[in-house]
T-cell receptor, first 114, second 111 residues
Framework: EPEVTQTPSHQVTQMGQEVILRCVPI?????FYWYRQILGQKVEFLVS????????KSEIFDDQFSVERPDGSNFTLKIRSTKLEDSAMYFC????????????FGQGTRLTVV | QKEVEQNSGPLSVPEGAIASLNCTYS??????FFWYRQYSGKSPELIMS????GDKEDGRFTAQLNKASQYVSLLIRDSQPSDSATYLC???????????FGQGTELSVKP
């Protein structure tokens, strides 16, 4: 069964360092997303990506964040200068269509900023 | 601000009972609704999607949608201890396509 895969599963980084989280969406899906979940809180939308550009971003997705599809399979989230409050689970998701269709999540990357 | 509301629980049911999970949403024009299951420390796993008013059944799970009342529910029949998890209600944002999640309901099924 096709699935979304994310690497790494866990990353520890020092405050101020750059991190890149990687995702391989399901191959025939066209819409890609990043979500974040701080421990004990809701799953929050960060950004959606379609046709090699951002289609929507949340208030959380400030200039410290960027996304890229560097090749035909990978989808990355970069945080330029991490802060303590960036510590969270980061989930990548993908779907076939814009809405009215199911989105499938990767297993997540636990980011710990120290 | 579009919102999705759930009781955080915990909801405790005995093994074999029916668990009923509820969700309300604020955006009247929402069309697509989803239930995800999330085990502690894991990612959301899609259980059910529902797009039309009424009931949709899949195995032990039944999703119910009432757009007039802006209400979605999930019934789990013959609950098993392995069903113990947090259940997330999510609504598709019509404008942007993103999912808006509720805070989740923690379900505990006691043997």
């Amino acid at each position: 069964e096709p699935e979304v895969t994310q690497t790494p599963s866990h990353q520890v980084t020092q405050m101020g360092q750059e991190v890149i989280l990687r995702c391989v969406p399901i191959s025939n899906h066209l819409y890609f997303y990043w979500y974040r979940q701080i421990l004990g809180q809701k799953v929050e939308f960060l950004v959606s990506f379609y046709n090699n550009e951002i289609s929507e971003k949340s208030e959380i997705f400030d200039d410290q964040f960027s996304v890229e599809r560097p090749d035909g399979s990978n989808f990355t989230l970069k945080i330029r200068s991490t802060k303590l409050e960036d510590s969270a689970m980061y989930f990548c998701a993908s779907s076939e269509r814009h809405w009215g269709t199911e989105a499938f999540f990767g297993q997540g990357t636990r980011l710990t900023v120290v | 601000q579009k919102e999705v509301e759930q009781n955080s629980g915990p909801l405790s049911v005995p093994e074999g009972a029916i668990a009923s999970l509820n969700c309300t949403y604020s955006d009247r024009v929402s069309q697509s609704f989803f239930w995800y299951r999330q085990y502690s420390g894991k990612s959301p796993e899609l259980i059910m999607s529902i797009y039309s008013n009424g009931d949709k059944e899949d195995g032990r799970f039944t999703a119910q949608l009432n757009k007039a009342s802006q209400y979605v529910s999930l019934l789990i029949r013959d609950s098993q201890p392995s069903d113990s998890a947090t259940y997330l209600c999510a609504v598709n944002d019509n404008q942007g396509g993103k999912l808006i999640f509720g805070q989740g309901t923690e379900l505990s099924v006691k043997p």
